[in-house]
């Protein structure tokens, strides 16, 4: 966290608790569609017969849900969501927070240079953990059913077109790609055949620079038909079928005419 900053301590020094509580999915989307000073609803705190009984009720303009759905364009939210109480269970659970450089924590304030480190505080230690589940209604019945109806659509799908598409995906007798290799090939079938002697020089001199060499790169070097060079390095030189140097030529000994450093190589 060194590079981070410094951790606050502040919640941890005051002894701050905290509630761990679990929404529905459904639940933290409504609330993010608060406006104005961000209230969701109201949360009620009381006991019956020593328990303590906590339920939070959503504000009614978030009850809205949109739905894609032809048969319920709009299906309405839970308003009433009781809470199951639980244990910590022995574990040591912390809320932190984290603000990013620069920022203060009045939101929209220009005081910051934004070039610090994040700043990284701890709220407090969670002392409650709880479930927050919505109460059986009739609005929960339909929400679930729009959910099962959405997770069970098809993400892809078939459709007939009834005339052919000309705009787009227009079929070509032959990509270029296909015809960039055709034309690369044909040439390299073309090749003419130099003077052997001529041949024989532009090997000795690559194989002056490096002891082994494969097919693909002499060709590109000599500029000759596979067959033809092949022919002529077969009469001064040694391929290679296994070893470390494996599928490469080389100059028979007799031709060789390495330098030392070169040898070792």
Known sequence: ????????????????????????????????KATGRGEVGKLRIGKNQGKAEVSFTLNEELTTIDSSSEKA???????????????????TLAVFTETSSGQSDAEGSSSGTGTGPDKIA??????????????????????????????????????QLDKAVTTNYKPVANHAYNLDYEKKKKEEGKRARADKQQVLDMLFSAFEKHQYY??????????????????????IGIYNVKGT?????????????????????
Request: aromatic share 8%; glycine share 4%; with cysteine.
């Open 214 to 235: 494969n097919i693909k790169d002499l060709v590109d070097i000599t500029k000759q038909p596979v067959i033809y060079l092949k022919e002529i390095l077969r009469d």
């Open 1 to 32: 966290m060194s590079d981070r900053g410094e951790v606050d301590l502040t919640g941890a020094k005051q002894n701050t608790g905290v509630w761990l509580v679990k929404v529905p999915k459904y639940l933290s989307q409504q609330w993010a």
């Open 122 to 159: 701890l709220e407090g230690v969670v002392v409650q953990r709880a479930e927050c589940r919505p109460a059986a209604s009739e609005n929960y019945m339909r929400l679930k059913r729009l959910q099962i109806e959405e997770s069970s659509k098809p993400h892809r799908f078939s459709q």
């Open 245 to 265: 140097h494996k599928n490469t030529w080389e100059l028979k000994p007799e031709y060789r005419h390495y330098q030392n450093e070169e040898k070792s190589d």
């Open 73 to 91: 364009p709009v299906v309405r939210a839970p308003r009433e969501h009781p809470f199951t109480m639980q244990t910590v269970g022995g574990q």
